[in-house]
T-cell receptor, first 111, second 113 residues
Framework: QKEVEQNSGPLSVPEGAIASLNCTYS??????FFWYRQYSGKSPELIMF????GDKEDGRFTAQLNKASQYVSLLIRDSQPSDSATYLC???????????FGQGTTLQVKP | EAGVAQSPRYKIIEKRQSVAFWCNPI?????LYWYQQILGQGPKLLIQ????????DSQLPKDRFSAERLKGVDSTLKIQPAKLEDSAVYLC???????????FGPGTRLLVL
């Protein structure tokens, strides 16, 4: 049974700081991952997709994948109060199209 | 481009009653997914359709849940009879093809009393 684990938090950071969100996974064969953001009462919205080892940057967001250690992380630079949300990590199987989500980490950015 | 549409947005029923949810995916998207998200948890896949065929329904409680996607476009998810533990948000998502990014609808929030 594949598993994706996240610390539920809440993770609290001051405005302007770097928020670091982590995710570990059980299947060593997992190839790719999505990060989604979910505001309270809303549906998940796509932030980033990463499938190769190393870093991938998009604006204030950087996703990191380390297949040897089986973890994925999301860094948010210059955190804003509007970044306060739950961040969902999901393992993606390209063959089946199946997403396996972690429980999500709640981020609170304090002004 | 219109996103994934779902209705109703909210539903309150009593246990043992039946309920149905409707989803209209993004135009042209072949793959459609139904997820259940219980409060404090990540979404869990219930069923995946490719056009009008079922690809994966391994986590669908088939004694009470059913789903269909007639004509490969709209889909309905039904629960009959509902239990208290079915209280959750039911999310529909679609992707152009199964190896592509999934886009989520606004969800239907179900409360079973």
């Amino acid at each position: 049974q594949k598993e994706v684990e996240q610390n539920s938090g809440p993770l609290s950071v001051p405005e302007g700081a770097i928020a670091s969100l982590n995710c570990t996974y059980s299947d060593r064969g997992s190839q790719s991952f999505f990060w989604y953001r979910q505001y309270s009462g809303k549906s998940p919205e796509l932030i980033m997709f990463i499938y190769s080892n190393g870093d991938k940057e998009d604006g204030r967001f950087t996703a990191q994948l380390n297949k040897a250690s089986q973890y994925v992380s999301l860094l948010i630079r210059d955190s804003q109060p509007s970044d306060s949300a739950t961040y969902l990590c999901a393992e993606f199987s390209g063959n089946t199209g199946k997403l396996i989500f972690g429980q999500g980490t709640t981020l609170q950015v304090k002004p | 481009e219109a996103g994934v549409a779902q209705s109703p947005r909210y539903k309150i029923i009593e246990k043992r009653q039946s309920v149905a949810f409707w989803c209209n995916p993004i135009s042209g998207h072949a793959t459609l997914y139904w997820y259940q998200q219980i409060l404090g948890q990540g979404p869990k896949l219930l069923i995946q359709f490719q056009n009008n065929g079922v690809v994966d329904d391994s986590q669908l409680p088939k004694d009470r849940f059913s789903a269909e996607r007639l004509k490969g476009v709209d889909s309905t998810l039904k629960i009959q009879p509902a239990k208290l533990e079915d209280s959750a948000v039911y999310l529909c998502a679609s992707s152009l093809h199964r190896e592509e990014t999934q886009y989520f609808g606004p969800g239907t929030r179900l409360l079973v009393l």
